[in-house]
T-cell receptor
Framework: DQQVKQNSPSLSVQEGRISILNCDYT??????FLWYKKYPAEGPTFLIS?????DKNEDGRFTVFLNKSAKHLSLHIVPSQPGDSAVYFC???????????FGTGTSLTVIP | DAGITQSPRHKVTETGTPVTLRCHQT?????MYWYRQDPGHGLRLIHY???????DKGEVSDGYSVSRSKTEDFLLTLESATSSQTSVYFC????????????????FGEGSRLTVL
């Protein structure tokens, strides 16, 4: 059963606008969350992370928000650029284990 | 870039044949992972290692075995490949493992595309 869910398989956004990618999780033991970006024929690359002691983490154009009560996190990209077009994976891990659980990914297309 | 090398990068094989994928790291990280990526399923953990000779199963371990005899190498073996194991396989490494509140992210290799006919 998928413990990390990304319910939007794809998203299209105009260049310069905000991209919002969403992720839900079911395991209340998760305490560390990450976002990865993946281009075709390449491995995923780390983008940004947040621990459960925070509700927001920002790195340049990328901000991750965590709502623990709703078991929901989102990635905001502002402003979106054509080079941001990729598949974005949400991931989570728990302090009780060593595994990272990934969502199914959201394919972002930024239209010039 | 993290020093992770996967081999082979591409392989076509026939049903019933054994296949071994190799992951080699130069970062001396303790944790190593094998994931598979499939459409509609994202990245799913097959097996992982938390030290030399220390391994554990992931979500989709059936039909796969692993071995780690040295810190730098983590092997994934399909004893008898099936068409359902056609996938892209990613190796990943982590210094701290999961569940940490600091930056314990995964670094991924470039992937190995396996086709089982």
């Amino acid at each position: 059963d998928q413990q990390v869910k990304q319910n939007s398989p794809s998203l299209s956004v105009q260049e310069g606008r905000i991209s919002i990618l969403n992720c839900d999780y079911t395991n209340s033991m998760f305490d560390y969350f990450l976002w990865y970006k993946k281009y075709p024929a390449e491995g995923p690359t780390f983008l940004i992370s947040i621990s459960s002691i925070k509700d927001k983490n920002e790195d340049g154009r990328f901000t991750v928000f965590l709502n623990k009560s709703a078991k929901h996190l989102s990635l905001h990209i502002v402003p979106s650029q054509p080079g941001d077009s990729a598949v974005y994976f949400c991931a989570a891990s728990a302090n009780t284990g060593n595994q990272f659980y990934f969502g199914t990914g959201t394919s972002l297309t930024v239209i010039p | 870039d993290a020093g992770i090398t996967q081999s082979p990068r591409h392989k076509v094989t026939e049903t019933g044949t054994p296949v071994t994928l190799r992951c080699h790291q130069t970062e001396n990280h303790r944790y190593m992972y094998w994931y598979r990526q499939d459409p509609g399923h994202g990245l799913r953990l097959i097996h992982y290692s938390y030290g030399v000779k220390d391994t554990d199963k992931g979500e989709v371990s059936d039909g796969y075995s692993v071995s780690r005899s040295k810190t730098e190498d983590f092997l994934l073996t399909l004893e008898s490949a099936t068409s359902s194991q056609t996938s892209v396989y990613f190796c990943a490494i982590s210094e701290l493992g999961g569940g940490r509140t600091n930056t314990g992210e995964l670094f991924f290799g470039e992937g190995s595309r396996l086709t089982v006919l």
